[in-house]
Nanobody, 125 residues
Framework: QVQLVESGGGLVQAGGSLRLSCAAS????????IGWFRQSPGKEREFVAG????????TIADSVKGRFTISRENAENTVYLQMNSLKPEDTAVYYC??????????????????WGQGTQVTVSS
């Protein structure tokens, strides 16, 4: 199993930046993938960004492309989501998730079996 802990959320003004962290711990394989998803009230969970741990290949959602980037720190088993030029529509609870041993697209939330508790991001106008 793997334990995921998100941090870095908070309240920010439109146009500002936040960096979210997802730290993984526990007994697990090292070659898992990490995805970032978000969910706001009344909406379905939405893919934001993902990274394949082994290769470093990344996928960024069109809605945040050019503003958000995903990166990793292998030594600390940590994945970061850098969010720039934030907009009010980015307001959501952001979750990181982990998976391994599958070949589904990173955008497929159902393919991720382990989830963190989420961190709230609120962007004010």
């Amino acid at each position: 199993q793997v334990q995921l802990v998100e941090s870095g959320g908070g309240l920010v003004q439109a146009g500002g930046s936040l960096r979210l962290s997802c730290a993984a711990s526990g007994r697990t394989f090292s070659n898992y993938d990490i995805g970032w998803f978000r969910q706001s009230p009344g909406k379905e969970r939405e893919f934001v960004a993902g990274i394949r741990w082994g290769s470093g290949s990344t996928t960024i959602a069109d809605s945040v492309k050019g503003r958000f980037t995903i990166s990793r720190e292998n030594a600390e088993n940590t994945v970061y989501l850098q969010m720039n030029s934030l907009k009010p529509e980015d307001t959501a609870v952001y979750y990181c998730a982990a998976r391994w041993g599958v070949s589904f697209y990173l955008t497929n939330s159902a393919s991720f079996g382990f989830w963190g508790q989420g961190t709230q991001v609120t962007v004010s106008s």
